[in-house]
């Protein structure tokens, strides 16, 4: 999950000031707070925040054949994401952003390749790096990669109806 407009609130009338970097912060705390509670809510995974970027994974219910339910806990996270950068959007104006979520869906590895006090997530497979490629771009929404729209083509009675209308919104 993408932050899209982090770079602009960098600036301030083109640069970068002390002003606009406490701002920024301020905003990465502010979101990272609310992603952690969110996080909790949905009972997914928080790899890690890489400054204005979220990389969590679903792992529950597990198992290939629950791979449409965690499909489905992916979406309705990336919703409810959405819709809470809206409301904090709306209580602060001073840190509105557009989000831009991508969701793909596979066996994938994340291990902590840092050190002690500096972990660095690497993700071996490529669910995670081609997510990751979804949330970036210009236009603001939930993108699926053909895998997860394969998935929930073939589980239609999984109703998914109304989590494709929380993506077009």
């Given at each position: ?135 970036d771009g210009d236009e603001e929404g939930i993108f ?17 109806t109304a989590l494709a209308k929380a993506i077009e919104?």
């Open positions: 999950a993408n932050l899209m407009d982090f770079n602009s609130i960098l600036e301030d009338a083109g640069r970068e000031t002390e002003a606009s970097h406490q701002r920024a912060l301020e905003l990465l705390h502010t979101h990272y707070s609310a992603c952690d509670t969110l996080i909790d809510e949905f009972d997914i995974q928080r790899v890690d925040f890489h400054g204005s970027r979220l990389h969590a994974v679903v792992l529950t219910p597990e198992g290939e054949h629950n791979e449409p339910e965690r499909i489905r806990k992916a979406i309705s996270f990336a919703a409810a994401f959405r819709e809470m950068a809206a409301r904090l959007s709306a209580d602060f104006p001073e840190f509105e952003t557009r989000v831009r979520v991508g969701i793909d869906s596979g066996p994938a590895v994340a291990i902590d390749s840092g050190k002690r006090d500096e972990p660095d997530p690497l993700f071996i497979g490529s669910p995670a790096n081609h997510a990751a490629k979804l949330a699926l990669s053909l895998r997860v729209q394969r998935v929930r083509d073939q589980n239609s009675p999984f109703t998914f919104t």
